[in-house]
């Protein structure tokens, strides 16, 4: 008799550079068609400074170079493999009895739409191989590379999981991710996968992060504390919703590529005022777009707007979608009994799963791609 139980590990590296997110997940595979998933733990590592830095540098089109990345592609395996065995031995479980660990891979570069002699592309490391050798089990990796290789922009990555985890036949959910980047995830009531819309919505707690850098040497702005401080800027905030990408159709996806630190400082250069007017102008921005690209979608009738990742935390943003969006009911993944924190994590372990057992996990009304695909390249221990 085959076994039904079994624990696996997702690992997130997001583009907000907080450090490396791992989720162990329960599997029960009783019934094969319609696997329970069970959130069982989480742990996070944060990356010490210079890691940081490097993988920062790797990041910057004047500054990178090939060494680099090739090296930061080991480094952050170690690391990612060694966070995984960490979070195992804290939870009593031996690494080796998961039966597969499924790694995003830290984002260096995403080009989702081909510009001159560019391919659209994309470009995540943290080498599977050196992953496997440490935890000693098999490992899903790559998992954006063939959506993008038929068509779809790779992005976002997570509208499966969401569909399996939070379809409801009472009410439209919207799951509006915050990270680095933000991402809405728009799951009609009683909605097939088919029906389900996903796409960026803009910056989420990056231009606030490198603003919190910039003018106190924090990573982040607390709990919203330097926003709740400031004053709107309006020349400033009419700038930063003129974006070009604010106005762009879905299916859309965008990085630090259009939303990182040279649009920041480029931004710095042009407009003076104290740091804490920056960061609630900033602040407001992020959720303006939320609400600018979800706003067509919100099901009249009533939809919940539920909140995870990072930006959940920060009660300032919070309120300010909650004031943009009067329409929907807006919540933060504890709400409804969900991590804000293991969110993408988990979802790493659903699509892993499914690239297992040889099953498609893109969902192309989301990401633009031409058809199905099995997500992620497998690397056997």
């Avoid at 068509?151 to 009410?171: F, H, T």
């Avoid at 009067?326 to 293991?342: L, T």
């Avoid at 009304?365 to 058809?371: L, N, P, V, W, Y």
Wanted: hydrophobic share 40%; glycine share 8%; with cysteine.
């Amino acid at each position: 008799m085959s076994q039904t139980i079994s624990y696996a590990a997702g690992i997130m590296s997001g583009t907000s550079l907080d450090g490396i997110d791992v989720a162990i997940v329960k599997i029960d595979t009783s019934a094969p068609e319609d696997p329970v998933y069970e959130f069982a733990a989480f742990e996070s590592y944060p990356f010490e400074d210079e890691t940081k830095k490097r993988i920062m540098t790797a990041l910057s089109i004047d500054n990178s170079d090939v060494a680099l990345i090739c090296s930061l592609n080991f480094e952050l395996g170690k690391l990612f493999g060694n966070a995984v065995v960490a979070a195992c031995k804290k939870n009593n479980l031996a690494s080796e009895a998961l039966r597969f660990v499924a790694s995003h891979g830290q984002t260096i570069y995403h080009h989702p739409q081909k510009e001159g002699l560019l391919e659209p592309s994309t470009l995540q490391i943290g080498e599977s191989s050196v992953i496997a050798e440490i935890v000693k089990t098999d490992v899903v990796s790559d998992f954006r590379y063939r959506d993008m290789a038929v068509g779809g922009q790779g992005a976002p990555i997570v509208p499966y999981s969401e569909y399996i985890l939070y379809r409801s036949n009472y009410v439209q959910r919207i799951l509006q991710n915050i990270g680095g980047i933000s991402n809405a995830t728009i799951i009609p009531k009683e909605g097939m996968l088919k029906n389900v819309l996903a796409f960026d919505t803009g910056p989420g707690n990056m231009i606030i992060d490198e603003l919190c850098q910039h003018f106190y040497q924090k990573p982040y702005d607390s709990n919203g504390s330097f926003a709740k401080q400031g004053s709107i800027h309006q020349g400033l905030l009419s700038e930063f919703m003129s974006h070009p990408f604010i106005a762009k159709q879905a299916p859309k996806t965008t990085g630090r590529e259009e939303f990182g630190k040279d649009y920041v400082h480029d931004l710095l250069a042009k407009y003076q005022m104290p740091a804490n007017d920056w960061i609630k102008t900033a602040t407001l921005f992020t959720a303006k777009a939320i609400a600018e690209g979800v706003r067509p979608y919100v099901d009249k009738t009533g939809s919940e707007l539920i909140i995870g990742g990072g930006g959940s935390y920060n009660s300032e943003l919070v309120k300010m979608i909650t004031a943009e969006l009067p329409e929907a009911q807006v919540m933060i993944q504890e709400d409804i009994g969900f991590s804000s924190e293991a969110k993408e994590a988990v979802a790493m372990v659903i699509l892993g799963h499914r690239t297992m057992e040889r099953l498609p996990s893109n969902v192309p009304s989301a990401t633009g791609a031409a058809k199905e695909v099995i997500l992620g390249k497998i690397t056997y221990y």
